[in-house]
Nanobody, 115 residues
Framework: QVQLVESGGGLVQAGGSLRLSCAASGSINSGNAMGWYRQAPGKERGMVAL???????AYADSVKGRFTISRDNAKNTVYLRMNSLKPEDTALYYC?????????WGQGTQVTVSS
């Protein structure tokens, strides 16, 4: 079993920055992929950024150039640095880990960007 715990969300003004963290614990395989997804009220959950165990990354078009995903494999932790935040980035942000064909989710951390 795998547990994911997100932290770092909060309220920030437009143009500001936040860094989200997600710590994984349990039966972690070193070859996993981790990522961040978000869900705004009334909308479907969508991918924000992904990172493989080897450091390969992918981003949603809406966050390219503003968000950076990184990971510390020794700590089983993934980060999301969010710069130049916009009100439309307001959402519940979820951490995700995929290994052995299984997907695990954290409980989410709220990010609210005021205009």
């Amino acid at each position: 079993q795998v547990q994911l715990v997100e932290s770092g969300g909060g309220l920030v003004q437009a143009g500001g920055s936040l860094r989200l963290s997600c710590a994984a614990s349990g039966s972690i395989n070193s070859g996993n992929a981790m990522g961040w997804y978000r869900q705004a009220p009334g909308k479907e959950r969508g991918m924000v950024a992904l990172i493989t165990s080897g450091g390969g990354t992918a981003y949603a078009d809406s966050v390219k150039g503003r968000f950076t995903i990184s990971r510390d494999n020794a700590k089983n932790t993934v980060y999301l640095r969010m710069n130049s935040l916009k009100p439309e980035d307001t959402a519940l942000y979820y951490c995700n880990l995929v290994q052995y064909g299984l997907t695990y989710w954290g409980q989410g951390t709220q990010v609210t960007v005021s205009s």
